[in-house]
């Protein structure tokens, strides 16, 4: 199987601040990689596909780059509506897994 | 509106048996892959299975295989999961979730049902 592994678990930045998250991949998926987000309470919604393709409708601070095992998503301009637990999802192989999670709070 | 409603969960007792459906619209449900993704209580996201648009190919995570089976009807636009052998770390709430309007990723997730496995 395929592990995800982010960084880091936790992260609280200001209102403004560019945030990075970063998500190895054990063994090379290509850019088979989404990024989720999920406020809480909610259901995840998908941010990303294809490593770097942002889905329509999502803001345009929200941006994705990587490949091979390793992937970023930022977050150019941190917004208090970004408070969210962040997911990426590896759909190279079977079975299909997700990193464990970047909180996201907000100094 | 391309809709994904989840029925079904509950509260079983370990060992004990649970059918999940999931009720596709708004969408040719019959041309898609369908899965399962099930999130455990303040944890994180875990896929669970998915199935081809005939069914005819199915994928699980080695946590459930042998346990869980998926399944669809195509004429009802209803995806299932059958589960057995339930154990108290299946308790989660279970989203259906499908790649529909993207090539990549699940853009659509039901609200998902809640299963508890406790005696």
């Known amino acids: 199987d395929i592990q995800m592994t982010q960084s880091p678990s936790t992260l609280s930045a200001s209102v403004g601040d560019r945030v990075t998250i970063t998500c190895r991949a054990s063994?090379?998926?290509?850019?088979?990689l989404a990024w989720y987000q999920q406020k809480p309470g909610k259901v995840p919604e998908l941010l990303i596909y294809?490593?770097?393709s942002v889905k329509s409708g999502v803001p345009s601070r929200f941006s994705g780059s990587g490949s091979g095992t390793e992937f970023t998503l930022t977050i150019s301009s941190l917004q208090p509506g970004d408070l969210a637990t962040y997911y990426c999802?590896?759909?190279?192989?079977?079975?299909?897994?997700f990193g464990q999670g970047t909180k996201v709070e907000i100094k | 509106e391309v809709q994904l409603v989840e029925s079904g969960g509950g509260l079983v007792q370990p060992g004990g048996s649970l059918r999940l459906s999931c009720a596709a619209s708004g969408f040719t449900f019959s041309n898609y892959w369908m899965n399962w993704v099930r999130q455990a209580p303040g944890k994180g996201l875990e896929w669970v299975a998915n199935i081809k648009q005939d069914g005819s190919e199915k994928y699980y995570v080695d946590s459930v295989k042998g346990r869980f089976s998926i399944s669809r009807d195509n004429a009802k636009n209803s995806l299932y999961l059958q589960m057995s052998s339930l154990r108290a770390d299946d308790t989660a709430i279970f989203h259906c979730a499908v790649t529909w309007g993207m090539p990549g990723g699940f853009d659509i997730w039901g609200q998902g049902t809640m299963v508890t496995v406790s005696s």
């Open positions: 063994q090379s998926i290509s850019s088979w």
């Open positions: 294809k490593a770097t």
């Open positions: 999802q590896q759909y190279n192989s079977y079975p299909r897994t």
